[in-house]
């Protein structure tokens, strides 16, 4: 059994920067892929990164390529989501989520929401000037 607690959510400004951070604990992180989804007030929950706990290959959905970095700490079990030039768009409760398997390539189909076995609480960042 997999447990993920996140951390990192904050109140910023527009253009500032924010690293999510998500602890796991109860089992080693290469036998899953981590992504982070997020949930905006009155919207559906999407998948914003992913990425594989063995090889570190990483996705990220269209809109957030280039500003949003995910990786990983295999020795401490967690994994990041570093943000920058936050937006009012980016708003939303931010989620961790463990898929348990043996994955070889990482693409848009590794991390969907129904497949997620584990998930976090979440966290919460809110961009507002």
């Known amino acids: 059994q997999l447990r993920l607690v996140e951390s990192g959510g904050a109140s910023v400004r527009p253009g500032e920067s924010l690293t999510l951070s998500c602890a796991a604990s109860?089992?080693?992180?290469?036998?899953?892929?981590i992504a982070w989804f997020r949930q905006a007030p009155g919207k559906e929950r999407e998948g914003v990164s992913c990425i594989l706990g063995r090889l570190g290959k990483a996705w990220y959905m269209d809109s957030v390529k280039g500003r949003f970095t995910i990786s990983r700490d295999s020795a401490k079990s967690t994994v990041s989501l570093h943000i920058n030039s936050l937006t009012p768009e980016d708003t939303a409760r931010y989620y961790c989520a463990a898929r348990r398997g043996y994955f070889e390539d990482i693409n848009h189909t590794s991390c969907r929401l129904r497949d997620m076995n584990f998930w976090g609480e979440g966290t919460l960042v809110a961009v507002s000037s």
């Open positions: 109860g089992a080693p992180l290469e036998n899953y892929a």
